[in-house]
């Protein structure tokens, strides 16, 4: 993050796409303070994804929210950001990123401000889901603006930088909320954890004013109602019912989404596809979805951050209920992965330009070693499970989650012209967090349902399973990539 990433303007970008005429506007480049800002503001919304984690035993006991409730309180944060991020980015596109930027992380200080001061659960519920919903204003800003105000090597660092800041802050958010909880800052206990985002946030705002260039698409498309409406009713209609079911029951309107949900995709791909043969400009359009490098990306998106984010749940889970370590040891616990995702994830700018795609098939590699380590670890010996013996293997995983989550922006975006910068990166973000929340709702959900029967140690080690699983559909999926990235 310390080289410049320019100070001359930017380029003439032009480029033509179904439903978007040529853009010729010239953005300003994203100088090395600039990125410093968007890379802030994209730190706190997914450090918020799963800092709450380690705090939920602490708000339970403060808030008497009980299980349902509880799973709220993490999930509508992760339902109203993953629902909401299209749409955030097509925002950004018609009225100017930064602009967008700017009112995103001002109410990102306001909705956290709300949750820290939250009287009771049910408040806390709705605070969480408006600052999701900033979130989702805010973040396709950042992937938007680097885009459209950085091109070739330039761009390439700044959206491998992106991707280390991602995994970082996911990891860091579970140390971090452990420790915040553990010192009850002022005799703020959990609150500190949303507090903590205020300064932050408003830090983000003035200097973004000064820091950060204005870019936006050089003719605004409308909003697309029909797409918003459908892409909305697809993501909860899935993560709803799974996210919820298992903690109210299984009710009958769990089912029922769920058997809705491949109706709506469908109709959300049928909406789309029209949108865009008659000229409109859909929310995500389908041509954008057949540049290869986006399509391959995604489907490594897929597998790559739902294991993370359910391999993060579990884990938590695990070490806090399984072996009754308090919060700041259970967060302690994962430092080794933060010290392998962020040493990979610093070698990996230079590794791809030497190796190319193939930085990813090592990653997915070492991932998998990883999370075998760990499996037999756990089987092993869950009577002397501890912090220190599952270092091995959750350090191996980091290196090699760096590996892979580093370049995946850098690959998803490399092809996406500018003009259309804010809807692929929101896209993208999209995918990001949905595949997140899947992960916390299929591989918690299992998690939480087998550990009655099987035991803790056997539950984890199936979770462990699955996830390596994914690691060898990433692997097969990485020797699709062209071996150079730009």
């Known amino acids: 993050m310390t080289q410049q990433l320019a100070v001359a303007p930017a380029p003439v970008r032009t480029a033509t796409t179904p439903g978007t005429a040529a853009t010729t506007a010239r953005t300003p480049s994203l100088g090395t303070a600039g990125l410093v800002t968007v890379l802030l503001g994209a730190f706190l919304p997914m450090l918020d994804f799963f ?136 005799g703020t206990g959990w609150r500190s954890v949303f507090l903590l985002n205020v300064p932050f946030a408003l830090l983000a705002v003035v200097l973004a004013v000064r820091y950060v260039p204005e870019s936006r698409a050089t003719q605004a498309a409308r909003v697309d109602v029909p797409g918003t409406v459908l892409l909305t009713a697809t993501l909860l209609s899935l993560l709803v019912p799974l996210m919820e079911g298992r903690a109210a029951g299984w009710p009958v309107w769990s089912w029922v989404l769920l058997a809705l949900f491949p109706f709506f995709a469908a109709a959300f791909a049928i909406v789309e596809r029209r949108a865009e043969q008659r000229g409109a400009t859909p929310l995500v359009p389908p041509t954008l979805l057949r540049i290869p490098e986006m399509r391959r990306g995604l489907g490594i998106a897929l597998p790559y951050f739902s294991g993370f984010g359910g391999f993060m749940f579990v884990i938590a889970v695990a070490l806090q209920q399984g072996l009754h370590l308090g919060p700041v040891a259970a967060g302690w616990a ?26 990813l098939t090592a990653g997915a590699v070492v991932q998998a070693t990883g999370l075998a380590t760990l499996a037999v670890t756990v089987l092993a010996d869950w009577a002397h499970f501890s912090p220190l013996r599952m270092a091995p293997g959750v350090a191996l995983a980091g290196i090699g989650q760096g590996l892979i989550g580093t370049p995946l922006f850098r690959v998803v975006l490399s092809k996406v012209p500018a003009a259309r910068a804010g809807v692929g990166s929101g896209v993208l973000a999209t995918g990001q967090q949905a595949s ?49 990235i730009g």
């Open 436 to 484: 997140l929340a899947l992960g916390v709702a299929t591989l918690g959900t299992l998690y939480l349902s087998l550990s009655p029967s099987l035991g803790m140690d056997r539950a984890l080690a199936v979770c462990l399973g699955i996830q390596l699983l994914g690691s060898f559909t990433i692997l097969y999926l990485t020797t699709r990539l062209p071996r150079s």
């Open 334 to 359: 994962l430092v080794p992965m933060a010290v392998g995702y962020f040493t990979a994830s610093l070698s990996g700018p230079r590794l791809i330009g030497r190796y190319g795609s193939r930085v």
């Open 51 to 186: 800092i709450v984690n380690v705090a939920l035993p602490t708000i339970d006991h403060d808030l008497a929210a009980g299980p349902a409730v509880l799973e709220l309180v993490a999930a509508g944060y992760g339902i109203a950001f993953a629902v909401l991020l299209v749409l955030g980015g097509r925002l950004g596109d018609i009225f100017g990123r930064r602009r967008l930027f700017v009112a995103g992380a001002a109410a990102f200080a306001v909705t956290s401000l709300a949750c820290g001061l939250a009287p009771d659960a049910w408040s806390l519920v709705a605070a969480r889901a408006a600052q999701g919903a900033s979130a989702a204003l805010l973040i396709p800003q950042v992937l938007g603006t680097i885009t459209a105000a950085t091109d070739g090597a330039r761009r390439g660092r700044a959206l491998s930088i992106y991707g280390a800041v991602g995994g970082i802050s996911v990891v860091i958010g579970q140390v971090l909320g452990g420790m915040l909880v553990a010192a009850d800052v002022f």
